[in-house]
């Protein structure tokens, strides 16, 4: 059961499978409304420009008909004045024309926006297969076009009948009227049905955008595998992540446990905590931790600054200050200078007394450690302080 709602497409897209679609050239279009936005463009273009319009016809059509007879029995004549009526008309509609081709150009913004994709382009032998051909024909989304075709029939013959139906005393005293009177009535009314037609198209472009958006959304759905293919793909295996991660925590702890015999004094606990501190007065502003651990760490670090001769010095709560707010290579709080100093005052001394001799420097006993430093009631678990030396 767990590998079959595994298979099912329940998730929504990704932005890279979004993004994927939208290079090959896939994303959400709505025919319907490209068409309504351009043929309701072309009807206000029409209202706007339409005296224009009527006068370039009505010049074109007059010196079409007046000629000499002399012309009349001219060829060359005869196509030089036809084309200098087409050249008038062609410039006379060419604003027309150019708004609706930008209007056509422009209407993709509206759902899906604009795209360029080669991919587009490229041939599919699975087009050229009757059988796929054949189920697409009887596919759910051609029921759904087929269903789209009839309403849309259904409305524009409707419509077409309630303006018809409106307008039928107009049309029948049209006769009755001057010529020049029922040519003007006429424009009118046509214009006036074309923009309630177009006006009654909008109800089906309200409808077929949301479609056509959940129906994109729908198709690029995914299964919950390849939510976690994809996972993998983008972000890197978790295995392999944490593998890689566990190898530079045990680079970083190697690298670490090399500084140690070049400290000064490791501070301890005594059992839990180890801290190794360095300073030098060449190069160096404060002192510097180079090994902080807890536990197995801690324990380690005691056994490396042994074995290099490091002094070992146990104060329990210098060192939970230490490594709490301190980071590896970074000097340590300006709070625990004094501290510090006490403790590397003893070394030094204790160096001095090894190689001269004299009296053996007294062990400080109290440090200046501020009690907020101390987070002795609010560290965490050694296990998970030991995660963040090396996270």
Do not use: C
């Not at 032998?125 to 189920?135: A, E």
């Not at 560290?379 to 030396?389: N, Q, W």
């Amino acid at each position: 059961m767990a590998e079959d709602s595994d298979l099912e497409k329940t998730e929504q897209a990704s932005p890279k499978r979004l993004e994927k679609a939208r290079e090959d050239g896939d994303v959400p279009r709505s025919r319907e409304l490209a068409t309504v936005t351009v043929l309701f463009t072309a009807g206000m273009g029409i209202m706007v420009m339409g005296e224009h319009l009527n006068h370039a016809l009505k010049t074109s059509m007059s010196s079409g008909l007046n000629f000499d007879r002399a012309a009349a029995f001219d060829p060359v004549v005869l196509l030089m004045k036809t084309t200098d009526n087409i050249y008038s008309l062609l410039l006379a509609f060419a604003p027309l024309a150019l708004l609706i081709i930008i209007v056509a150009v422009a209407a993709p913004i509206l759902i899906g926006g604009w795209i360029f994709s080669s991919a587009a382009f490229l041939p599919k032998f699975s087009r050229l297969n009757p059988i796929n051909g054949l189920g697409n024909m009887i596919s759910k989304n051609a029921a759904i076009e087929l269903v789209k075709s009839i309403a849309k029939t259904l409305v524009v013959a409707i419509v077409a009948y309630i303006v018809i139906s409106h307008d039928m005393a107009p049309i029948l005293s049209l006769s009755l009227l001057p010529l020049k009177t029922s040519i003007s009535q006429v424009n009118d009314l046509m214009l006036m049905g074309f923009l309630s037609i177009v006006s009654a198209l909008v109800f089906i472009a309200a409808i077929d955008v949301p479609y056509q958006l959940y129906q994109y959304a729908s198709k690029l759905k995914m299964t919950k595998e390849e939510v976690r293919q994809e996972s993998k793909e983008s972000e890197g295996n978790p295995e392999i992540k944490a593998r890689i991660r566990q190898q530079q925590r045990e680079i970083a702890k190697r690298r670490m446990m090399s500084e140690i015999p070049k400290a000064d004094v490791v501070i301890t606990n005594p059992t839990h905590y180890a801290v190794a501190i360095k300073y030098q007065d060449e190069g160096m502003r404060a002192p510097v931790v180079v090994a902080k651990g807890a536990d197995a760490v801690a324990l380690k670090i005691r056994e490396i600054a042994a074995e290099n001769n490091i002094l070992v010095m146990e104060s329990p709560k210098l060192a939970r200050a230490l490594f709490a707010h301190t980071e590896l290579n970074s000097e340590i709080p300006e709070a625990l200078y004094s501290a510090v100093a006490e403790v590397l005052a003893y070394v030094f001394q204790m160096r001095v007394f090894k190689k001269e001799g004299g009296f053996r420097p007294e062990l400080p006993k109290t440090l200046p450690v501020p009690e907020a430093l101390d987070p002795h009631s609010l560290l965490p678990a050694p296990s998970k302080a030991l995660d963040e030396v090396f996270a």
